[in-house]
Every structure is written in structure tokens, then in C-alpha cells.
């Protein structure tokens, strides 16, 4: 088996355009009367990108979508340039993926099982025993080579998933729930080794997750999803900035009052959500603070705390569904 | 250092992704025959294969029994006695081949690879071909083997050219049909046990369709008809077909 340096195989010749990880054009996947995506446009570039989404919101099946295992009932989709639709399984060969649900080959210990993932994949078999034993010791179950997988836990469990979908070197990585069920070290662990494969290992990564603290500190990129559609996407850092302030607020007063209030403040220009126990408000350049504390005044209210903040992805994620 | 930093890097060397099929049915045969109880089994359904090497030893070197010399008939009776084994093989070897994959998800990591439902389907079918097989046509053909060698004449396969054809086709639609069946009943669950009694009941209720197979085979005369059994195993093996394409695929779909 021969290494190759990451910047060997993935930097693309200068005068070539770098093409996105993946793209969507108009893709609709419906089951049953249900749709799970609808007429869902959107482009997910090199490096790693966050899709991010409540329960049901369409995360999974868009990554089985862009996997070949869903098939679209309309539009098309390119997974590193080539056409999913076409030839899934070209597709499937440039790509890892790793399964929401805990899945795994039955009756094996891990580096039998990621061999002959990894010989699924195409590798001869030397190879493949190589990269296996390579890749836990990468995902941290070294020293658990040799234990049957049935018999892991959930965390190892998720670290197997993630070895099985590296083995055999990808250029794509899709990664449903990763941190899903892990204690917090466990959860830790995995984003580290997450964020060294998009940053230092230069792999491109898709990481669907409802977790936002998951996807704010591997990804770059992010695509929102909300009921099956694209609610917004881009790079994160712009999606933050978007040119306005945010202000943390609390007040004081009857809670039917602070409903008011907030829903004067929308009216004025303002968009408000609430977080645990404060709102968090974004005020375009030409707003002044003072118009903040006349509104609460107007609906008697106090304003208790008030203070710059820097705008988070919850608060792209709750602006994009709506504020809720 | 964390122990991650150990050792993660680019794979520049060969992919052909070919023969998956082969990999899968590789890999599933190696995992039954490493286990003792599958040796077992294959060891005792080789069992009634040395009683009639030995039958026919006799038959042919000792002209005082020569009534135990092997006919065409001989061949029939073996294979149909190894009904037995086959369906004890078929449910050991088979019945979680699909079921424990349901189980653990594994679909999910298979169709996620380079490979389609086509290659996940022909690689679980070829692990029990080779194990029905290795009871059934093998025997039955060196059985053929030891006639010639013990009498020093092909007279017999020459008096019974077709033999060695019924031989082939029978094992061959048994091996097939079993399988089929099998593996389709081994998708319909995440349970090996509930596939096994699945199949039994099968397997019970179609008792007398691979006997008419093997009378019209062999040339038995018999008053079964042997056109509406084959029509039978058709229907199974197609039937069988369509389940595993339904039932084989990542994604539950609940409509």
C-alpha cells in the first residue's frame, strides 16, 4: 500500500475549478403522501459543511439522497462532479459514509469488520487488513481491535461507524448524527477527530446534526434544512455577521407583556427569539438601543439587562425557521 | 499526543471494486466453515455418502451381492435422503444471512459501499450454494466416481448417460429453490429463529414438489406430474426474488 500525502491527492491542479463536495438541484423525495424534501436547491462546498435541521427536517434522507439509497422522485444531484442519478455507485466509491442508527457487520471483532468494509469498497484484501488496523488506531479503539463489535459500547460503537467510513480513504465523508448517545469526553473526542479530518486531513466533510455546537465547531459551511426545505445556507462566518447587531436582553414584567413586547419589536424592524433565559435581539445599523427600552416602557416592562453579543449559529438556525 | 494523531492517511493504492459479490460470499463462507458445529453438521451430512461408497464397493466387487450394485435409482434415493441435511444445512447456514443483517443495520454499511442490491443478493446466495453444494452434488457425483473406480469399467455411466445431467439439474434446482427461499424468509425479519421456522413451514408444505422434481429428472415413472412441480419452483424462486428486492435496501420505508 502506498501513503500519499493529503495535499498530493486532493489540491486540485490551479487552473482547474474547484467543484463543490455535493449539489442539489431542485430535489424533491417524497414517502408515501409525504414529502421529505421539497424542489431542496443547494450546494455544499469543498471542506466541511454542516447540515443542520430539527427531528424530521430531512437531514437523513437528503444524505441517503446524496448516497444513491434514496431515490429522488425529481431533480438531480452531483456528488464530487459526478451524477448521482447516473452512476450511484462511481458515486458511492469516492464517498464514507456513516450511519445515524447504530450499524454494523454482525458477528465480527472491528478489524475483521473494518477490512472487509474496506475490501467492500475495492481494496485487495492486505490492504484493507492494513488500513483497518491504520484506521481504529485513528479512531481510537486500538487497543479494542480484536473485540467482537456486538460487544461495544455506544461510544465505540460510534467510533467504529466513523472507521468503517474512512477506510477506504474517501474523498467525501457523510456523517449522520455523529455524537449521537456519547457521553460528553466521548462527544469531545469525536468532534476533535471530526474537525482534524476536514481542517488537517483535508478530507470534505457533510455532517447533518441537529446539535448547532456540534456543527459550529467542525464545519465552515452550513445548509439548514426546516420541514424539507432549504431554510438558508452559506458560510457560517457570513450567515453570523449578516450585517446587523445582536443585543441580550432580559426584563421585568407580566409575561403577556413580554409577548407584546417582542412582537412590537419585530414590528419595528427587529428580529427577536428567545433563548433560555433571555431574548436575543438583532437590530439592523440604522436602529438605536434607546428605541428598545421606549418600546418596553410602552408595554411596562423593565429592561433588567442589556448587552452586545456576538451572533451565534443558534441564532442562524432560529432565524432561519422562523424565530422559534 | 492523542492517540488519534497516530495515524490517519491517504490510501494511494489499487481499488477494483469488482466481484464484490465475491467478497461477501468469501467472507460468509469462511465465518461458517471457522466455526465447529457448521463442521459438525457438513460431517454428518457426508455420512449416508460413505454408507453408499461402501454399498457400492460391495455391489460391484462382490458378485454374492450384487443386488446392492448401484442403479440410476440408487442416485435418486441418495439425493432425496439428503432432503434431511439440506434443509438442517439450509437453515443453519441461512436463516440469519439477511435476518442478522437486518438486525445489526448492516444494509445501511452495505449499500453504502460500491456495490448494489444485485452483488448483496448474489454474495449471500453463493455462501449457501457452495454449502448445499458440498452436500448434495458433490457426493453424488463422486459417488458416480467410485462406481467407475471400483468396477474398472464406465459401462454403467455409459447404460446411464443421463445421470450425471440429472444429477446436475436436480441438485441444481434444489440448491437453487432452497436458497431462494431461504434467504427471501431470512429478509422478512430481524429474527434468524422466526426465518428458520418460516422455512420449515416452507419447506413442509412443498415436501412432495422436489420428489416430482427428482422422479421427472431421474426418469422415475411416477404418477406425480413433473411439469406442474417446476412450474412450482419457478413460482418460488420468483416469488422469492421479489421479496428479497422489496426487503433488501437501506431505507425502511413506512407509506
Same mark, same amino acid.
Given at each position: 500500500m502506498t501513503p500519499v500525502e493529503p495535499s498530493a491527492c486532493v489540491a486540485p491542479p490551479p487552473d482547474l475549478p474547484v467543484r463543490p463536495a455535493a449539489e442539489l438541484h431542485g430535489v424533491g423525495v417524497r414517502y408515501g403522501a409525504v414529502w421529505a424534501l421539497q424542489n431542496v436547491t443547494a450546494t455544499f462546498p469543498r471542506g466541511a459543511s454542516g447540515l443542520l435541521g430539527a427531528n424530521g427536517a430531512g437531514k437523513s434522507t437528503m444524505i441517503k439522497a446524496l448516497l444513491g439509497l434514496v431515490v429522488p422522485?425529481?431533480?438531480?444531484?452531483?456528488?464530487?462532479?459526478?451524477?448521482v442519478g447516473d452512476a450511484p455507485v462511481v458515486a458511492r466509491a469516492r464517498v464514507g459514509y456513516m450511519p445515524e442508527v447504530d450499524a454494523h457487520i454482525p458477528g465480527m471483532n472491528a478489524v475483521s469488520c473494518v477490512a472487509y468494509c474496506a475490501e467492500l469498497a475495492g481494496l485487495p484484501r492486505a490492504d484493507a487488513m492494513q488500513r483497518a488496523h491504520e484506521v481504529l488506531y485513528y479512531v481510537g479503539l486500538g487497543d479494542a481491535r480484536y473485540r467482537m463489535?456486538?460487544?461495544?459500547?455506544?461510544?465505540?460503537?460510534?467510533?467504529?461507524?466513523?472507521?468503517?467510513?474512512?477506510?477506504?480513504?474517501?474523498?467525501?465523508?457523510?456523517?449522520?448524527?455523529?455524537?449521537?448517545g456519547m457521553d460528553p469526553k466521548g462527544r469531545s473526542d469525536m468532534l476533535e477527530l471530526i474537525r482534524d479530518i476536514s481542517h488537517r486531513k483535508e478530507l470534505d466533510l457533510i455532517v447533518a446534526s441537529h446539535l448547532l455546537p456540534d456543527v459550529d465547531y467542525t464545519c465552515d459551511h452550513v445548509v439548514v434544512l426546516d420541514r424539507g426545505r432549504v431554510a438558508a445556507q452559506g458560510p457560517i462566518a457570513g450567515l453570523k455577521a449578516h450585517g446587523r447587531r445582536v443585543f441580550e436582553l432580559r426584563v421585568k414584567g407580566d409575561p403577556d407583556a413580554s409577548g407584546r413586547f417582542i412582537e412590537?419589536? @419585530?414590528?419595528?424592524?427587529?428580529?427577536?427569539?428567545?433563548?433560555?433565559?433571555?431574548?436575543?435581539?438583532?437590530?439592523?445599523?440604522?436602529?438605536?438601543?434607546?428605541?428598545?427600552?421606549?418600546?418596553?416602557?410602552?408595554?411596562?416592562?423593565?429592561?433588567?439587562?442589556?448587552?452586545?453579543?456576538?451572533?451565534?449559529?443558534?441564532?442562524?438556525?432560529?432565524?432561519?425557521?422562523?424565530?422559534? | 499526543?492523542?492517540?488519534?494523531?497516530?495515524?490517519?492517511? @491517504?490510501?494511494?493504492?489499487? @481499488?477494483?471494486?469488482?466481484?464484490?459479490?465475491?467478497?461477501?460470499?468469501?467472507?460468509?463462507?469462511?465465518? @461458517?466453515?471457522?466455526?465447529?458445529?457448521?463442521?459438525?453438521?457438513?460431517?454428518?451430512?457426508?455420512?449416508?455418502?460413505?454408507?453408499?461408497?461402501?454399498?457400492?464397493y460391495i455391489g460391484t466387487n462382490f458378485s454374492q451381492a450384487a443386488f446392492l450394485g448401484p442403479t440410476a435409482e440408487t442416485f435418486r434415493e441418495f439425493l432425496l435422503q439428503q432432503q434431511l441435511f439440506v434443509l438442517f444445512v439450509t437453515i443453519y447456514v441461512g436463516a440469519g444471512l439477511i435476518a442478522n443483517d437486518r438486525r445489526a443495520h448492516a444494509l445501511q454499511v452495505y449499500l453504502s459501499k460500491p456495490l448494489t442490491r444485485l452483488d448483496y443478493v448474489a454474495g449471500k446466495l453463493v455462501i449457501l450454494l457452495v454449502f448445499l453444494t458440498a452436500i448434495t452434488w458433490i457426493p453424488a457425483v463422486l459417488l458416480v466416481l467410485l462406481q467407475v473406480m471400483f468396477s474398472g469399467s464406465t459401462a454403467f455411466v455409459r447404460d446411464n448417460l443421463f445421470l450425471l445431467p440429472a444429477i446436475t439439474a436436480f441438485c441444481a434446482v434444489q440448491a437453487l429453490v432452497s436458497a431462494f427461499a431461504m434467504l427471501a424468509l431470512s429478509s422478512l425479519s430481524r429474527s434468524q429463529r422466526f426465518a428458520a421456522v418460516l422455512y420449515a413451514g416452507v419447506v413442509l408444505a412443498t415436501r412432495n414438489v422436489l420428489e416430482s422434481v427428482a422422479a421427472g429428472a431421474f426418469r422415475v415413472p411416477t404418477p406425480s406430474i413433473s411439469a406442474p412441480a417446476f412450474l412450482t419452483v419457478a413460482a418460488l424462486i420468483a416469488v422469492s426474488m421479489s421479496i428479497l428486492w422489496r426487503q433488501v435496501r437501506s431505507v425502511d420505508v413506512v407509506t
Amino acid at each position: 500500500m502506498t501513503p500519499v500525502e493529503p495535499s498530493a491527492c486532493v489540491a486540485p491542479p490551479p487552473d482547474l475549478p474547484v467543484r463543490p463536495a455535493a449539489e442539489l438541484h431542485g430535489v424533491g423525495v417524497r414517502y408515501g403522501a409525504v414529502w421529505a424534501l421539497q424542489n431542496v436547491t443547494a450546494t455544499f462546498p469543498r471542506g466541511a459543511s454542516g447540515l443542520l435541521g430539527a427531528n424530521g427536517a430531512g437531514k437523513s434522507t437528503m444524505i441517503k439522497a446524496l448516497l444513491g439509497l434514496v431515490v429522488p422522485d425529481r431533480g438531480a444531484m452531483t456528488v464530487l462532479g459526478a451524477s448521482v442519478g447516473d452512476a450511484p455507485v462511481v458515486a458511492r466509491a469516492r464517498v464514507g459514509y456513516m450511519p445515524e442508527v447504530d450499524a454494523h457487520i454482525p458477528g465480527m471483532n472491528a478489524v475483521s469488520c473494518v477490512a472487509y468494509c474496506a475490501e467492500l469498497a475495492g481494496l485487495p484484501r492486505a490492504d484493507a487488513m492494513q488500513r483497518a488496523h491504520e484506521v481504529l488506531y485513528y479512531v481510537g479503539l486500538g487497543d479494542a481491535r480484536y473485540r467482537m463489535v456486538d460487544t461495544y459500547s455506544t461510544g465505540m460503537r460510534q467510533r467504529i461507524k466513523l472507521a468503517q467510513a474512512l477506510v477506504h480513504d474517501p474523498d467525501l465523508l457523510l456523517l449522520d448524527e455523529p455524537t449521537n448517545g456519547m457521553d460528553p469526553k466521548g462527544r469531545s473526542d469525536m468532534l476533535e477527530l471530526i474537525r482534524d479530518i476536514s481542517h488537517r486531513k483535508e478530507l470534505d466533510l457533510i455532517v447533518a446534526s441537529h446539535l448547532l455546537p456540534d456543527v459550529d465547531y467542525t464545519c465552515d459551511h452550513v445548509v439548514v434544512l426546516d420541514r424539507g426545505r432549504v431554510a438558508a445556507q452559506g458560510p457560517i462566518a457570513g450567515l453570523k455577521a449578516h450585517g446587523r447587531r445582536v443585543f441580550e436582553l432580559r426584563v421585568k414584567g407580566d409575561p403577556d407583556a413580554s409577548g407584546r413586547f417582542i412582537e412590537t419589536l @419585530r414590528s419595528a424592524g427587529t428580529e427577536c427569539h428567545m433563548t433560555d433565559d433571555a431574548m436575543r435581539v438583532f437590530m439592523p445599523e440604522a436602529l438605536s438601543t434607546r428605541m428598545l427600552f421606549e418600546l418596553a416602557s410602552q408595554q411596562g416592562l423593565q429592561i433588567r439587562h442589556l448587552r452586545p453579543s456576538v451572533p451565534t449559529l443558534e441564532d442562524v438556525f432560529a432565524d432561519a425557521i422562523g424565530g422559534e | 499526543m492523542p492517540i488519534h494523531d497516530q495515524g490517519y492517511r @491517504r490510501y494511494g493504492g489499487d @481499488r477494483r471494486p469488482r466481484r464484490i459479490w465475491w467478497v461477501i460470499a468469501r467472507t460468509g463462507i469462511g465465518a @461458517r466453515i471457522g466455526e465447529r458445529r457448521c463442521l459438525a453438521l457438513l460431517l454428518l451430512a457426508w455420512a449416508p455418502f460413505a454408507v453408499r461408497a461402501v454399498q457400492i464397493y460391495i455391489g460391484t466387487n462382490f458378485s454374492q451381492a450384487a443386488f446392492l450394485g448401484p442403479t440410476a435409482e440408487t442416485f435418486r434415493e441418495f439425493l432425496l435422503q439428503q432432503q434431511l441435511f439440506v434443509l438442517f444445512v439450509t437453515i443453519y447456514v441461512g436463516a440469519g444471512l439477511i435476518a442478522n443483517d437486518r438486525r445489526a443495520h448492516a444494509l445501511q454499511v452495505y449499500l453504502s459501499k460500491p456495490l448494489t442490491r444485485l452483488d448483496y443478493v448474489a454474495g449471500k446466495l453463493v455462501i449457501l450454494l457452495v454449502f448445499l453444494t458440498a452436500i448434495t452434488w458433490i457426493p453424488a457425483v463422486l459417488l458416480v466416481l467410485l462406481q467407475v473406480m471400483f468396477s474398472g469399467s464406465t459401462a454403467f455411466v455409459r447404460d446411464n448417460l443421463f445421470l450425471l445431467p440429472a444429477i446436475t439439474a436436480f441438485c441444481a434446482v434444489q440448491a437453487l429453490v432452497s436458497a431462494f427461499a431461504m434467504l427471501a424468509l431470512s429478509s422478512l425479519s430481524r429474527s434468524q429463529r422466526f426465518a428458520a421456522v418460516l422455512y420449515a413451514g416452507v419447506v413442509l408444505a412443498t415436501r412432495n414438489v422436489l420428489e416430482s422434481v427428482a422422479a421427472g429428472a431421474f426418469r422415475v415413472p411416477t404418477p406425480s406430474i413433473s411439469a406442474p412441480a417446476f412450474l412450482t419452483v419457478a413460482a418460488l424462486i420468483a416469488v422469492s426474488m421479489s421479496i428479497l428486492w422489496r426487503q433488501v435496501r437501506s431505507v425502511d420505508v413506512v407509506t
